[in-house]
């Protein structure tokens, strides 16, 4: 898709209202839907993170979204598809501010280049009890991104239409930090598997994108 095309037209979701819980869940993993349901955000007293959902053109003008592979560590999102993001500090000013040096640090883009659109709906990931603020943004004239080579593995540059595609969607079976081959449903893209909380926050960004494009 044409990025003029798309930057036009994306500027129409800031009036729509989100899509929320209802969006996320369509991608949780099998049996996730009740616990998130009956966790009590304030006895678990989750930390607080940010992420940045990145669209930008392609040298023949076309829209990607970026992506990122992790790193392997000792940590439960080890090796796992997500957006460049990260906790927040004392330091940042906001959740905005945490998404957009998270993005800085992990791929190379600097806070003044993007252009934050919307920000989504937060999702809590039981695992690493993080509550996390998604935001949309456009890189809209980019340079080479640069990986932060001790977090990230790999920098995916997903195509708009990809991303789009209903056949993107699969279910695989997975081992997890909680449970022993569960279906997941989770896009496929670039080759790579994507479920969990990216998966959710994904497609609450796909369903608020089709209604515009």
Do not use: C
């Amino acid at each position: 898709m044409d990025f003029n095309f798309f930057e036009q037209r994306i500027s129409k979701i800031k009036d729509l209202p989100l899509p929320g819980e209802a969006s996320q869940y369509k991608m949780a993993p099998e049996g996730r839907f009740e616990e998130f349901r009956e966790i009590n955000l304030k006895i678990r007293n989750p930390r607080k993170a940010a992420v940045m959902a990145l669209f930008y053109p392609t040298i023949s003008q076309n829209t990607n979204l970026l992506l990122i592979l992790r790193k392997t560590y000792k940590g439960v999102h080890s090796n796992q598809v997500g957006f460049p993001g990260g906790k927040a500090e004392k330091y940042d000013d906001g959740l905005l501010s945490t998404a957009l040096r998270e993005t800085h640090e992990e791929v190379g883009v600097k806070p003044t280049d993007v252009t934050v659109i919307k920000e989504i709906s937060e999702i809590f990931i039981p695992p690493s009890n993080f509550i996390v603020q998604p935001f949309i943004g456009l890189y809209k004239n980019p340079k080479p991104f640069v990986k932060q080579d001790n977090e990230v593995e790999l920098i995916l540059e997903v195509p708009l239409f990809d991303f789009l595609d209903e056949n993107k969607i699969v279910t695989k079976k997975l081992s997890t930090s909680y449970a022993v081959d569960i279906e997941v449903p989770a896009f496929k893209l670039n080759g790579y598997i994507v479920w969990g909380a990216t998966a959710m926050m994904l497609n609450e960004i796909k369903e608020l994108l089709k209604q515009v494009l």
